[in-house]
């Protein structure tokens, strides 16, 4: 319990508890913390912070301090600017609404005058649900099995009566109260007032006011007016979770809300997959169709199967049964599971899925049952416990099935991994530094520090390292080939004096010119590869082809993976403009905007197509390294990428001294993720229910049947939508299994399988209130960006604002007892209009001219990341550098590191000479105030920095100092690290005034009004309104108006 005490003072240390969302009431003395072991590779703070010498010496002299803001204590703290000095009175690009509307207004631009128009809008959470809150019924329902003959019982699902009580009683559950509970510490004080002169900085309220606040009360008697710090903060929220999960464990069945995506969560599979894994858009499935439409929430299943877990959860187990194979519903082909039950004697199961009684227990598999229907054995059989486990699978699931030519020697049915590196050498490539870069990216994946792992303990080591063993798996082999308008292949046998280049003379008709040699054991043949890299840029520095032949050079590579399946790591700076089937410039701005802009995202290059379809048919994957100074095609060469289940890491305006570390490092993690291959995907579900799509970046090659990857990585992620077929029994839970078929690295065939299980409801505001946010943002990307290729953006768009009335009106309709001029959303959906207005401000949807390279980028890159990295995409995380307090960047007396308050993406929170970190998981932008603090300067990057123009514009990274600043900044980036996706973390500037990357960074910004779309603010009070119209029933779908014109056509079901 000690532990426990530590985390409610973790959770109250920044802020007053009583209207943070409260903890999850579940049984957490069960499940006490997990004990993190602290991180390591954070620096400690030094013995002597400078702070304690030089007080105060960071402040700017050119204003007066704010006596109110607590930043005159701290240590970089650029007073705040007195109320009168409204943030957006200082120059630069970031001027006030008023003068440049465009670009950066102000969360609220004109907060007052619309919030008359709705006056007594309320933005309170009604009663709602604390997630993961479970009544005493469901705890007892909290096991790793389900008997489904026990009807009487409720089933585990959230839709318990107990459920309403207890939640009214924990829960004050209201924006209006967060803020009261923020604005001590972090809402006003930290902030300086945004320039909206009906801001009023907000007293702690006293009790009658809090109460008439939150709830049911009319909450715009506070003013009439909409206060930005009011809204639903994503930030606060996010921070909350973050130390609420540091020092609890996830229990998957025991709990049924997810914790946020980004959260440190670790999970314990206690027989539901964890959320890494799996997460069902509604934990509470409706009983019928109709219900499910009343909720206008999508059923669907988001899964990112091969995803990296913590080191403190459980590795997933691996179970091999022999030729007899994992035991199998034989109706409808369920892998054994959890929720299996087993009759008669333990002869028998029933299947969870499909209900069918009759499955013979094979006579290798048979255990008697006890007298809770349990078999005798269950806790020694993983597949009866857990909710992922994987299968090694015998022949009949091999790629080839005769096992030849899959390295079938070790009868693994699969051959050890192999890559093929196909590297661009055009002029293009070599004048900008790309192939330099590429080519340090290879020698960093094959003998940098992260291809080799720490031995264990007695583990000789294989590589003269000390200590250190290969990070690839035995077996495993590379290739490296090069092409220009020529595709060439290196012969890398160790027992060669230098590779010996093999030029494949046809590029209409391309084959391998080389039998032997091409796949090597990177570590026998060190020296030759280490040798052929090095050489490499001087080698084609005479040539120097200006157009590459792509697809050729593919088509080559395929060749020489067609028996094993593989993956092809290729990089490209210019479009591929020679051979068959080259490509053309064909971006055109005179078609954005119209009908046809449609076409530029996708390709009608059969070629193209067919060399894709090939690939997955062989099982070969293709990331793709794109370093374009100008129009590369995206959409048809990141075609063969996404078709494969590959990834496109895109670097525009490649500078080689600031991004070749970026693109080193993700090369590199490229290849050493967990990957499988030749891999197949099938998600099963309940009676009742039917899979209907899936979205997601991979090859379907019929209406709702199995999908491939020719590869899949743990960055990937995809989405399974339901419909029903039938009407759910409320009184027995849904169940849903996802089944990954791939080879491993290895080489070894598995079926990885992922089970969830959910109740079921008969009851629109219970499924509502058990919506995972994450999921169903997930799913909404991925199925508007689907859509990009076949509707103009403008009826996305629409869909997508569409989307996010219904979704609250129909949470309002249930809210009968609320005033009628009350926005109540749902707790487990409070953040979601500010999602969808980031998701409409992205590149792939924003308004406005966008290249057509960088709109499909982003579509591909929300069609396949996982639900972390897409929060972080659509809302940075902003961290401020300059106001940290002194334990910030340090490991706290948990053992975790602090991080600083993290700011909402506004300019009005933005500080005169501040300093602020941005992350938004694909980068990291560094933005320095004009006037930031010559102290913080020297500090932060060394005394001959004195000001912004000392400093380099390509820097990547901070020096290392000795100052508690500079530390401090580096550990917070060691941390952030953490967190990414696929994408290495590395620092880009963005000065004021200085750095083009500015512009991300006041895009970034996604609360004020920018890209093209309204703040935040004026985003609630529009999504508002036409909630209530919807409610009231008098909008007129048809006619509709500027937002929503054109809508009708996109309502299919799930719309
Ligand atoms: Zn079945």
Known sequence: MAEMAMYHSLGQDTDDPSANPPPPAGPQQQYLPPAAPPPTGYQQPGPAPYQQQQPATYGQVSLPPDPSSYRASTPYGQAAPPPSLSPYQQQGPYGPPTQQPGLYGPPGGDVRGLAQSISGMDLAGGVGTTPGTISKASRKKARAYHNLD????????????????????????????????????????????????????????????????????????????????????????????????????????ARHQPPHATSDYIAHDQG???????????????????????????????????????????????????????????????????????????????????????N??????????????????????????????????????????DGEGAGGEEGKGGSPMRWIFLVDVSENAINRGVLESVVGGIREALYGGSAYENAPEGHESEDGKEGKRRRLPKGCKIGICTFDKDVQFYNLNPNLDQAQMMVMPDIEDPFVPLSEGLFVDPYESRAIIESLLESLPTLFMHIKNAEPALLPALSTALSALQDTGGKIICSLSTLPTWGPHRLFMRDDPKLYHSEKEKVLFQTEHQAWRKVSGRLVEAGVGVDFFMTPSAYIDVATVGHIASTTGGEIFFYPNFVAERDAHKLRSELSHSFHRETGYQSLMKVRCSNGLQVSTYHGNFLQRSHAGDVEFGAIDADKCVSVMFSYDGKLDSKIDAHFQSALLYTTRQGERRVRCSNIVAGVTENTRDAIKMADQDAVLGVLAREAASRMIEKPLKEIR????????????????????????????????????????????????RGGSVASDMRVHSMRLLKSMGPAELQLYLYPRILPVHSMTEEDGFLDSTGHLKIPVALRASFGFIEEGGAYLIDNGQLLLLWLHTHVSPNLLQDLFGPEVNSLSDLDPNMYELPVLETHLNAQVRNVIQYLKTQRGSKAVSIQLARQGFDGAEYEFASSLVEDRNNEERSYVDWLVHVHKFVQLEVTGQRKRDEGDVGMAGMTGMRPPYW
């Open 272 to 358: 539901n997959a964890s959320p890494r894994l799996c997460r069902l858009t509604l934990n509470s499935i409706p009983a019928t169709a109709d219900l499910l439409a009343s909720t206008s929430l999508p059923l669907a299943l988001l899964i990112q199967p091969l995803a990296k877990l913590k080191d403190e959860e459980e590795p997933i187990p691996v179970l091999d049964f022999g030729e007899m194979g994992p035991p199998r519903c034989r109706r409808c082909r369920t892998y054994i599971n959890p929720f299996m039950t087993f009759l008669q004697g333990g002869g028998r199961f029933r299947c969870n899925m499909c209900l069918f009684p009759n």
């Open 360 to 401: 013979e227990v094979p006579s290798e598999y048979y255990a008697p049952v006890d007298m809770s229907g349990a078999r005798v054995d269950r806790n020694q059989r993983p597949e009866l416990m857990r909710g992922t486990v994987e299968f090694v699978v015998p022949k009949e699931y091999w790629a080839k099935k």
């Open 150 to 253: 026990q009807s009487s019982e409720p089933s585990n699902g959230p839709n318990l009566p107990a459920f309403t009580p207890n939640v009214a009683n924990q829960m004050p559950s209201s924006f209006l109260g967060q803020q009261q509970a923020m604005s001590p510490g972090q809402g006003n004080s930290q902030f300086p007032a945004p320039a909206n002169p009906t801001f009023v900085p907000a007293a702690p309220a006293a009790p009658a006011a809090f109460a008439a606040r939150s709830g049911s009360s009319n909450v715009g008697q506070a003013g009439g007016k909409v206060n930005p710090s009011d809204i639903p903060s994503i930030p606060g929220h996010r921070d909350h979770y973050i130390a609420q999960y540091r020092a609890t464990m996830y229990p998957t069945l």
């Open 798 to 845: 629409g869909a997508l604002t569409e989307k996010c009335v219904e979704i609250l009106a129909a949470y309002r309709k249930t809210s009968g007892g609320s005033p009628p001029g009350q926005l109540v959303l749902p707790e487990t959906l409070k953040e979601f209009a500010m999602y969808v207005l980031a998701l409409l401000k992205t590149r792939a949807f």
